[in-house]
């Protein structure tokens, strides 16, 4: 066993239940229910972290009642009558057998959802809309508070019948509960709004109904925003007092101190802290509750490294601490720490795109960098084959390491050829802008694995359709990534014109007045504006989306903007970079008129063309050929890592 982990890997009681260790994946969104019930994939899902080690497992929000949950609903849990049981039995003996203890957090979404399809309005203390839909939700009658209290107490009733560990009630992140503590959300004049007093009456009035519901023998605890984290709203100072009382009307065993509320989207790139903010962003909130309440308190907020959380649990910061996204990476981070591999520890880089970014695209969650995470139930974990066979891999970009490894971890003899010196495809391009040299590190580490796992990687290597047919190998895989193309536009081809990518890989030659023309939609503008803004160019970007950044992740598109705004970027939407002079960029608007832009260099972000010439030359001459990533057709790194991986299973 790992030592310098006594304080991680040592067991604590919450309740009436020992828990293995202080690690815990805390309740996230994960789009795996199916008709409102845990289904099997969430089943496996949760089992994957259970096997790996982790000590405590919190499912996601579940609604007790109609109401949707999320900001567009979607696929959600629900717990409105007896039919959630027979899931929740089902969930809790299969994490129960790999020894992990599970509760489930019980929620409402108040305001923060969108109307209904027939015009259903959201329910809320007040008509106050929340800033991403900005559909006015109706205040509740008091009648329908009182039955929301029942609901929350007659779910929580149903999670023990349902064998799981304890219930946490979300009274955080601006959902229902907390829109009645606001003053900024709460415009009532009854005995539910005005004071404080009556402002705390929902919350204390479902706690000493959830509680009376399970007995004084079950584990219960809130997941509580400690601030509002906006101006006008509830501060630390509040919180810290709110929670106190919280945990004396609830006889709670527990708070799971966060921050913030999903009101603001400001808030959201705070509270679910991206690849620019601090580590450790909410630990003081822990700090500062766990001072005023005599129950274990546990923290949240961009906690990745074993190292960091068993610095904060030494310190008494905490009592546990939430990892969950990097378990949505890395499933086995406590059974890795066991086992002195802190090596193998998949690093979670907060990307968010994969995670948060496809639920905001309707999907579930998934990780930029674990293919595997949502499909452990088709997915097993990777075990040699019997019958090896011989497979080049040619590009060593994402898709191309990703491919050589999970072959080579099969039992295949695989060797990967990459033409330049330096492995990393664009990722190793994007890495040297502000706020995403991180991504370096999946690259990193997928080399590193690929080695560990015998990969022979043979860089300034270029093979040509027929170096490969005389190797004779059983299968191929070809991750040559995108050609780095230019928009076919009059002037895209001056000496003063410039691809992101090859600004990226040059010296900074560039001129003070730099146009951005943006066709990708992603980071790739912003992050190549805000490296050259640092520099002192003046940049204005040009899209003919309805914003900068349109296909970006919100939560890292937000922080983005403030940056580029402070910087004194210009982010010009609804216009097309159409054609480019000397000393001058063209532009047209959606009306069909012209601007000229007067600058001195101009800078073309494209997602570039599929690099599919050698495919083509061997299709039909090779046994087994793939194409992945990029090289199939130009799209996102969660592809390009996820068709590598599927194809090595493949082979």
């Known amino acids: 066993m790992s030592t310098g982990y006594n304080h991680l890997l040592s067991p604590i009681t919450v309740g009436n239940r020992e828990i293995r260790n202080r690690s815990i994946s805390t309740a996230h969104g994960t789009g795996y229910a199916v008709d409102g019930k845990v289904s099997d994939q969430l089943i496996a899902y949760h089992v994957a972290r259970a096997q790996g080690g982790i000590g405590l497992i919190i499912m996601e929000a579940t609604g007790v009642d109609s109401a949707p949950i999320g900001a567009k609903g979607g696929s959600y849990l629900r717990n409105s009558d007896d039919s959630a049981i027979p899931g929740y039995r089902r969930i809790a003996k299969a994490v129960h057998d790999e020894g992990a203890t599970i509760y489930t957090m019980l929620s409402h979404s108040g305001r923060n959802t969108v109307m209904g399809i027939d015009g259903a309005p959201p329910l809320a203390p007040s008509p106050v809309p929340f800033d991403r839909s900005r559909d006015i939700p109706r205040a509740l009658e008091v009648e329908e508070i009182a039955r929301i209290t029942r609901a929350f107490a007659e779910a929580a009733a149903r999670s023990r019948e349902g064998g799981l560990d304890g219930v946490e009630l979300s009274y955080c992140h601006g959902n229902l509960v907390q829109q009645f503590l606001s003053p900024l959300t709460n415009l009532r004049d009854d005995e539910y709004g005005g004071s404080e007093e009556n402002r705390l009456r929902f919350a204390r009035e479902i706690l000493?109904?959830?509680?009376?519901?399970?007995?004084?023998d079950f584990t219960l605890g809130i997941r509580f925003s400690a601030d509002e984290l906006v101006p006008g709203g509830y501060t630390i100072e509040d919180g810290v007092r709110y929670a106190a009382m919280m945990v004396e009307w609830g006889k709670l065993d527990f708070v799971d101190a966060s921050a913030g509320t999903n009101g603001s989207m400001w808030s959201r790139a705070i509270h679910y802290p991206t690849i620019a903010e601090p580590e450790k962003r909410l630990v003081p909130y822990a700090k500062a509750i766990k001072a005023a309440v005599a129950v274990p308190v546990f923290c949240v907020g961009k906690i990745t490294d074993p190292a960091e959380a068993e610095a904060i649990l030494a310190a008494g910061e905490a009592d546990m601490v939430g990892m969950t996204r990097a378990h949505i990476a890395e499933p086995a981070i406590i059974r890795k720490v066991m086992e002195d591999r802190l090596d193998d520890i998949r690093p979670c880089i907060h990307a968010n795109e994969v995670c948060f970014g496809r639920k905001q695209r309707g999907g579930n969650v998934s990780c930029v960098f674990n293919p595997r995470t949502g499909r452990e139930e088709a997915w097993d974990r990777i075990e040699p084959v019997e019958d090896y066979k011989t497979v080049l891999v040619i590009g060593g970009g994402p898709a191309g390491l990703e491919a050589a490894r999970v072959a080579a971890k099969r039992g295949h003899d695989v060797v990967l050829h990459e033409k330049?010196?330096?492995?990393?495809?664009?990722?190793?391009?994007?890495?040297?802008?502000?706020h995403r040299r991180d991504y370096q590190i999946i690259t990193d580490w997928l080399e590193r694995q690929a080695r560990h796992a015998g990969v022979l990687i043979r860089r300034g290597s270029e093979m040509t359709a027929e170096s490969i047919l005389a190797a004779k190998p059983d299968a191929v895989i070809i991750a040559t990534g995108a050609a780095d193309t230019r928009p076919a536009i009059p002037g895209a081809g001056l000496p003063h014109?410039?691809?992101a990518r090859e600004v990226l890989a040059m010296p900074n030659t560039l001129g003070k007045r730099v146009v951005i023309g943006d066709w990708?939609?992603?980071?790739?503008?912003?992050?190549?504006?805000?490296?050259?803004?640092?520099?002192?160019?003046?940049?204005?970007?040009?899209t003919s989306s309805f914003r900068v950044g349109e296909d970006a992740e919100l939560m890292?598109?937000?922080?983005?903007?403030?940056?580029?705004?402070?910087?004194?970027?210009?982010?010009t939407a609804m216009e097309e970079l159409v054609a480019i002079s000397d000393g001058t960029a063209h532009s047209r608007l959606l009306n069909g008129q012209t601007r000229q832009i007067a600058c001195d260099s101009v800078l073309l972000c494209s997602r570039g063309t599929a690099d599919d010439g050698l495919y083509k030359m061997l299709k039909g001459k090779v046994g087994r050929l793939w194409r992945v990533g990029d090289a199939f057709t130009p799209r996102q790194l969660e592809q390009a890592i996820y068709e590598g991986s599927k194809a090595a299973r493949e082979i």
């Open 208 to 216: 000493q109904a959830v509680r009376k519901a399970v007995g004084d």
């Open 497 to 499: 014109v410039f691809t």
């Open 556 to 571: 890292t598109w937000h922080p983005a903007y403030e940056r580029l705004m402070n910087l004194g970027v210009r982010m």
């Open 520 to 542: 990708d939609g992603r980071n790739m503008a912003m992050s190549v504006a805000e490296l050259l803004a640092t520099r002192g160019h003046d940049v204005e970007i040009v």
């Open 420 to 434: 330049s010196e330096q492995l990393g495809g664009q990722v190793r391009l994007l890495s040297r802008t502000p």
